[in-house]
């Protein structure tokens, strides 16, 4: 692996197992037998409840948004970096991504990283041969190491989405892909946003600019959850009055079957759109795919 200390910022190969830097001495603690890079935050992390992750553990698999979003990263990858062989996932919770990730490209080599060690304690049932860690994404301890690196709905917890843009690059090779979604339109901020401790929803404009400062170029940049989105708004507009303390995200994701399979097939007929190379300019999420040149 190609290795940056933490400490000192020397870049360094280290074998299979703890890296331990050559210039300085430092390695990252372990918790459980997981590398901790950011140990202080391991179960007190900024931009998230860690005790959402049990429930998330338990729906996402059925739920149409999670399965619909999946289908899509998992496409991106194979579209735009169709012979990858090692992915980094930053944030990546229970493991639902990453898990559709090893099922399609059994060959790549797989890494997740989340800063709460409460998800990688459930992502490591679904991952029983990734390589995950626990780490703070602001300081990434790679450079140059992965050929594709995504981040899944995890820039609008952190105020430090610009510094996190730079890490990935760091991180990447050159000519390695960058894959994010985020949740868009602030016009559509409701409680549901203050219960997952989200800092923004973003506009179009403000991700890629913010992705082209990083120093990527952008391969594609599209809307999606776009024929949902009257539902999401209404949605939206009833709970505009609801407190945090209202909010049960187990509702939220645990729709009847008829109504759950419905969105899941309209998000079906929108992925066709998109793979036909379409941008759709509104929509509750965004995905943007780019570059390391």
């Not at 890490?167 to 894959?179: D, E, V």
């Not at 599209?222 to 909010?247: C, D, H, Q, Y």
Request: aromatic letters at 10%; proline letters at 5%.
């Amino acid at each position: 692996m190609n290795s940056r200390c933490l400490v000192c910022g020397t870049k360094f190969d280290s074998e299979a197992g703890t890296p331990r830097c050559p210039a300085c001495g430092w390695e990252p603690d372990e918790i459980g037998g997981i590398a901790a890079y950011a140990p202080q935050f391991a179960n007190h992390g900024g931009g998230f409840e860690a005790s959402y992750f049990k429930v998330l553990s338990e729906l996402e698999a059925t739920n149409f948004w999670f399965q619909s979003r999946n289908d899509l990263i998992l496409w991106a990858l194979g579209k735009y970096h169709p012979k990858f062989r090692s992915f980094l996932e930053i944030g990546c919770g229970t493991g639902f991504v990453l898990s559709g990730v090893t099922k399609k490209y059994p060959e790549a080599e797989i890494s997740g990283s989340e800063i709460f060690i409460e998800g990688l304690r459930l992502a490591s049932r679904r991952l029983p041969n990734a390589r995950l860690m626990q780490m703070d994404a602001r300081a990434i301890p790679f450079a140059e190491e992965f050929d594709a690196i995504g981040a899944f709905d995890v820039l609008e917890h952190i105020e430090e989405d610009e510094t996190v843009l730079q890490q990935m690059h760091a991180a990447l090779k050159p000519q390695g892909t960058l894959l994010v979604t985020v949740p868009q339109h602030p016009w559509l901020w409701s409680p549901l946003d203050d219960y997952a401790h989200h800092c923004r929803r973003y506009t179009a404009s403000e991700l890629s600019s913010k992705v082209r400062a990083a120093g990527f170029t952008i391969l594609r940049d599209t809307s999606f959850v776009s024929l949902l989105l009257p539902a999401m708004l209404a949605s939206r507009l009833l709970s505009r009055n609801k407190s945090v303390e209202e909010i049960d995200v187990r509702n939220e994701m645990e729709l009847p079957s008829l109504l759950n399979s419905t969105f899941r097939w309209v998000l079906r007929a929108e992925s066709v759109l998109i793979r036909t190379g379409l941008n759709l300019p509104l929509g509750g999420s965004r995905l943007l795919v780019a570059r390391k040149m």
